[in-house]
């Protein structure tokens, strides 16, 4: 009897968590600018996964005969100051920056999430010792913080993902503590702690699934602002390195030609663009879509 009590409870838990997400799905859908930057974002993800398919020449293969040509039928993005097909280089350029921009976000989302989380749940000293190390973080300037720790580390793509990453984790950290100062006077962790649940099962069991909304919409927009961020590392040449495809990078090679092969520069330009912008219409649609307060306003 008991058993079957508990399968009726647990279905309807699934109906509502089933329901719940297909309320969510039916907002974002609705919302056409959100719909049209997920399409965008899957088009780049694939010609990503596929870049090697997709991808119409080798984008390290150097023609010096073929150096600076406009768009054309054969390439329809030019090609740059040493042959290289531009189209080709934007490709391979969406691999890199998505890899590098997720890279970002883990490293900053994962330590901010958890420092906000010990930190609102914890109170007391914990929280003011923890609060004012990310309010000295906030303190600098993001661009400044990456460029802070990216002096120490040295260039590269690997360390320009390792500055971006830290310099996000002030906004995952504070955010993350707001939710859970609201979250933590909840019955339900009142429940959890009443049965003797430890403060780390109820901390990662109970408060943190309830935070996880808004964590996952900072990342959406986390990650355009990563890509744009590793992006003006390479361009000033801190970043990727030469003749790594990369659209900041790209970018910063083609700029002495701008007054005549403008395609060189712009075309990465526009891609980049495209990705960013992409990633904050969509996260703006899953913000709307994942949180109440805007959902039936």
């Known amino acids: 009897m008991h058993g079957v009590q508990r399968l009726r409870k647990s279905n309807r838990l699934d109906l509502v968590k089933r329901s719940g997400a ?41 023609v010096p005969e073929e150096s600076r040509q406009p768009p054309s039928g054969s390439h329809l993005m030019g090609t740059d100051h040493l042959g290289r097909d531009i189209l080709s280089r934007s490709i391979f350029g969406a691999r890199l920056s998505l890899l590098v921009g997720v890279a970002s976000v883990l490293i900053g989302g994962i330590a901010g999430t958890v420092a906000g989380l010990i930190a609102g749940y914890s109170g007391g000293r914990v929280d003011a010792v923890m609060m004012r190390v990310v309010d000295g973080m906030l303190a600098f300037p993001y661009i400044l913080l990456a460029l802070t720790v990216i002096s120490a580390l040295g260039p590269g793509i690997r360390n320009a993902i390792i500055a971006v990453g830290i310099s996000s984790i002030p906004e995952y950290a504070r955010l993350t503590r707001g939710t859970v100062l609201s979250a933590k006077e909840d019955v339900y962790v ?39 961020s590793v992006s003006g590392l390479s361009f000033l040449g801190l970043g990727a390195q030469p003749p790594t495809p990369e659209w900041g990078l790209m970018v910063n090679m083609g700029r002495d030609y701008l007054g005549r092969e403008w395609w060189i520069s712009t075309f990465p330009g526009l891609t980049l663009a495209a990705a960013v912008m992409a990633l ?10 994942l949180d109440p307060k805007l959902r039936f306003r």
Do not use: K
């Not at 974002?41 to 080798?58: G, N, R």
């Not at 429940?191 to 403060?199: L, N, Q, T």
């Not at 109820?202 to 990650?223: K, Y």
């Open 280 to 289: 904050n219409l969509m996260g703006d649609g899953l913000r709307e879509a």
């Open 190 to 228: 009142e429940a959890a702690r009443a049965i003797g649940c430890s403060s780390f099962r109820t901390m990662f069991r109970h408060v943190f699934p309830n935070v996880m909304a808004p964590v996952v919409v900072l990342s959406t927009l986390q990650l355009g602002w990563a890509i744009l």
């Open 22 to 62: 297909w309320r969510a799905l039916a907002v974002f859908s609705r919302n056409r600018a959100a719909v049209l930057g997920a399409i965008i974002l899957v088009c780049f993800v694939l010609a990503a996964l596929f870049a090697d398919l997709v991808a119409p020449y080798d984008p390290l293969a150097m």
